[in-house]
């Protein structure tokens, strides 16, 4: 009598073996699963802001890009023109639009390298200008930047302006090698209030 053969063990396939591991990798001393848990949610969430930063901040200098920009200066243009009453709505706006001088120059003469230097420092310096958390300041392309003052005439943004075009005049920006350069802005100046001047931050941008 032949009795039945047994039927052979089937083999794991590479996808179950891996499924049957996960989660058994060796943790760090003193490590539990629920700690490596929430860090794994932590590392998930700076990877988050770090990708979000991307999309709002210019890469070279740190400050805001255009588009970021753009989208909160005109949210806070809507706020000025809906009017008096509404919460969080500024009664003036200036906007300041600023060039950078013959930087081709710095490029030509020095390379980009020390462009590049020059921007960052130019970056730092528009930067201090301004109120964290109130006003913006973008690097506009190239070597142009904006800045965006909430509730400032224009008596005093023009003010602000005076004093940063004089402290970039006096400024000398180490680019490396024993080397410097100096760099000059110019600078338009426009303000806005309820019920005069610009009522857009593009036309704001034209008039400035």
């Given at each position: ?6 039927p052979?063990k089937?083999?794991?396939t ?9 989660g ?23 990877r988050?802001a770090?990708?979000e930063?991307?999309?709002?901040m210019?890469?070279?200098?740190g400050l ?10 005109s949210a806070?243009?809507?706020r000025?023109?809906e ?5 969080n709505?500024?009664?003036?706006i ?11 120059e ?9 462009g ?6 130019i970056?730092?310096?528009l ?11 973008d690097?506009?392309g190239?070597d ?6 909430v ?7 023009i ?8 402290r970039?005049?006096?400024?000398e ?6 080397k410097?350069v ?5 600078i338009?100046v ?9 009522r ?5 941008l034209?008039?400035?």
């Open positions: 009598m032949i009795e039945d053969a047994q052979s089937r083999r794991e590479i996808r179950e073996i891996r499924a049957r591991h996960k058994k990798e060796q943790l760090p001393p003193g490590w539990t699963p629920k700690r490596a848990q929430e860090h794994e949610v932590y590392l998930s969430r700076e988050e770090h990708l930063a991307l999309a709002t210019d890469e070279l200098t805001e890009n255009r588009r970021f920009f753009e989208q909160n200066m806070v243009f809507k000025l023109v009017g008096k009453g509404r919460k709505s500024p009664r003036t200036s906007i300041a639009l600023i060039d950078t001088d013959k930087f081709k710095i490029n030509d003469n020095y390379g980009h390298h020390a590049d230097i020059a921007l960052k420092k970056a730092e310096v930067k201090s200008v301004i109120r964290e958390g109130y006003d913006h300041v690097r506009h190239g142009e930047w904006t800045i965006g003052f509730d400032v005439d224009q008596e005093t943004a003010e602000k302006m005076q004093a940063l075009v004089e970039m005049r006096d400024l920006i180490d680019i490396g090698g024993g410097s100096k760099v000059t802005l110019s338009g426009t303000t806005a209030s309820r019920g005069r001047g610009a857009t931050l593009e036309d704001a034209k008039q400035a």
